[in-house]
């Protein structure tokens, strides 16, 4: 492991490259990485970087966003088959028809997305600022696309907002059930529940904190509590132990594990930066449409 982890250390120099790695891969990769954190942290990251290349240790629609917003930039995936389902699951035709049934609509999307999908849409969010940017948008009536159950929770927050919910899903928090947290309470009843909002409103409700993946690290860092059943993707948990060697974090079930995030492995890491392969293109025309709901997400997230 550490003659991997010395050789992307002389790879990174000799390549002028940074490794930004999402909270939910293996935790070797978080710990080789320059830069970890949740979409929104990545993709202002990205944006400040100064190396020539960007390896992305996560799923593609953040290696797409990576590039679109650094064009110049070399963007290495180390896994090019590392995909998000949600990712896709919005309809061109299904957005068309409510621009044309609702006046004063904005399309907000996840920045969890093709570029295909960021084209079509007026601002990009993620789960740590899509209250934040919805409430500040001009526009009455908003169409949150892909995911629905982020979309739910934006609209609970938001009620003076028409949010109008999409029928996508993350399939790794869309499984976690509210009999599985119910079970993880009765087996530690002193355990605050801290929630992704990707997952399901049964889920929601039996919760103390909903937050984005960073905002869950930053209230089990806050909290005086020392136990937590954590209901998100379990590679959080390396950061969560790290601030907080004396607290406990539980999953509730197994299947907290996206098995396209696990793809990436420091051998894989080491492969693109040796051959350069699966580097990240996005055409001119796609990159200049998708670009701009990016960049209103910078701005408004500030």
């Given amino acids: 492991m550490s003659e991997l982890k010395n050789t992307i250390r002389r790879l990174k120099e000799e390549n002028n490259a940074v490794i930004l790695a999402h909270y939910y891969v293996e935790d070797d990769i978080q710990d080789i990485a320059d830069y970890i954190g949740d979409s929104f942290y990545l993709s202002q990251i990205a944006t400040k970087v100064e190396a020539d290349t960007i390896v992305f240790c996560g799923v593609s629609f953040m290696g797409e966003s990576a590039k679109i917003l650094n064009p110049e930039k070399t963007v ?63 526009n009455q009536n908003i169409f949150f696309i892909p995911d629905g159950n982020l979309g739910r929770y934006v609209a609970e927050q938001v009620p003076e907002k028409n949010v109008l919910l999409n029928t996508g899903y993350c399939p790794i928090h869309a499984q976690m059930t509210a009999d599985a947290v119910k079970k993880a309470k009765a087996e530690h009843p002193e355990a605050e529940v801290l929630t992704h909002p990707e997952c399901t409103e049964e889920v929601v409700a039996l919760s103390d904190y909903i937050g984005s993946t960073s905002g869950i690290i930053d209230y089990a860092e806050a909290s005086d509590k020392k136990e937590f059943i954590v209901c998100t993707e379990v590679g959080v948990f390396y950061e969560l132990k790290n601030k907080n060697p004396d607290k406990i974090f539980y999953p509730i079930m197994e299947q907290q594990i996206c098995p396209d995030m696990k793809k990436i492995t420091l051998e894989k890491i080491i492969h693109v930066l040796e051959t350069k392969e699966n580097e990240v293109q996005v055409s001119d025309e796609l990159r200049a449409r998708a670009n701009a709901p990016l960049v209103n997400m910078l701005e408004l997230g500030k």
């Avoid at 699951?89 to 907000?108: G, H, P, S, T």
């Avoid at 740590?128 to 500040?136: E, L, T």
């Fill in 76 to 138: 290495l995936m180390p896994d090019a088959t590392a995909d998000c389902p949600m990712a896709h699951m919005a309809e061109e035709e299904k957005i068309r028809q409510m621009r044309e049934k609702y006046e004063d609509l904005a399309v907000v999307c996840y920045i969890n997305s093709t570029a295909e999908l960021k084209k079509l849409s007026d601002v990009c969010v993620t789960s740590s600022n899509a209250v934040k940017i919805v409430r500040a948008l001009p």
